[in-house]
């Protein structure tokens, strides 16, 4: 089956560390983004690609950068991580259609947290 | 602005009874709208949109463009329907692009 992988599930890591978050896809989307998801916030974008080197600023993005080398793979990197960056992130993939923009599917989610 | 409100954090009901988790957004184009699920340590997922106009899992949710709703409801609720849900509006060409999400109900149906 055509997924959303995201390495690792789980980290734990020390502030001011550098950490990279990796997210995979197999079903050939064009667009990825990345969330974080925190207790009673929802889930709020943090960036989004539509190509290949395409990145664009999602709601929070401060602190935090992407890089979109190739269609399948869309990677987040906290240069340097801060404690209140402790969240679950999700690694989203969509597909625009003539009929409109189409579901985004998620990766099961990576669990960070910074000490 | 763009925005969805989901008023509830925290819904609580009886198995068989109806259920009805509320979503209102703000949005000044023509909306797309969906429901998104999220059962305990599993990944979101789509539900239903509201172009499809379809019952997924027994839910139905109507967009009420002139009460700006797009309200999920279940005439009987079931245990396995605990969950997050999340309702997102799409915002493409807007400045963002992307989902919209509100910040979700937590159903939980008491046995």
């Known amino acids: 089956d055509a997924d959303v992988t995201q390495t690792p599930r789980n980290r734990i890591t020390k502030t001011g560390k550098r950490i990279m978050l990796e997210c995979s896809q197999t079903?050939?989307?064009?667009?990825m983004y990345w969330y974080r998801q925190d207790p009673g916030l929802g889930l709020r974008l943090i960036y989004y690609?539509?190509?290949?080197?395409?990145?664009n600023k999602g709601e929070i993005s401060d602190g935090y950068s992407v890089s979109r080398q190739a269609q399948a793979k869309f990677s987040l990197s906290l240069e340097s991580a801060i404690p209140n960056q402790t969240a679950l992130y999700f690694c989203a993939t969509s597909v625009r259609h003539k009929e409109g923009d189409q579901p985004q599917h998620f990766g099961d989610g990576t669990r960070l947290s910074i000490l | 602005a763009q925005r969805v409100t989901q008023p509830e954090k925290l819904l609580s009901v009886f198995k068989g009874a109806p259920v009805e988790l509320k979503c209102n957004y703000s949005y000044s184009g023509s909306p797309e709208l969906f429901w998104y699920v999220q059962y305990s340590r599993q990944r979101l997922q789509l539900l239903l949109r509201?172009?499809s106009r379809e019952s997924i899992k027994g839910f139905t949710a109507d967009l009420n463009k002139g009460e700006t709703s797009f309200h999920l409801k279940k005439p009987f609720a079931q245990e396995e329907d605990s969950a997050m849900y999340y309702c997102?509006?799409?915002?493409?060409?807007?400045?963002?692009?992307?989902?919209?999400f509100g910040k979700g109900t937590k159903l939980s149906v008491k046995p």
């Open positions: 690609s539509f190509d290949v080197k395409d990145i």
């Open positions: 509201h172009i």
């Open positions: 997102a509006l799409s915002n493409y060409g807007g400045s963002q692009g992307n989902l919209i």
């Open positions: 079903k050939g989307h064009d667009r």
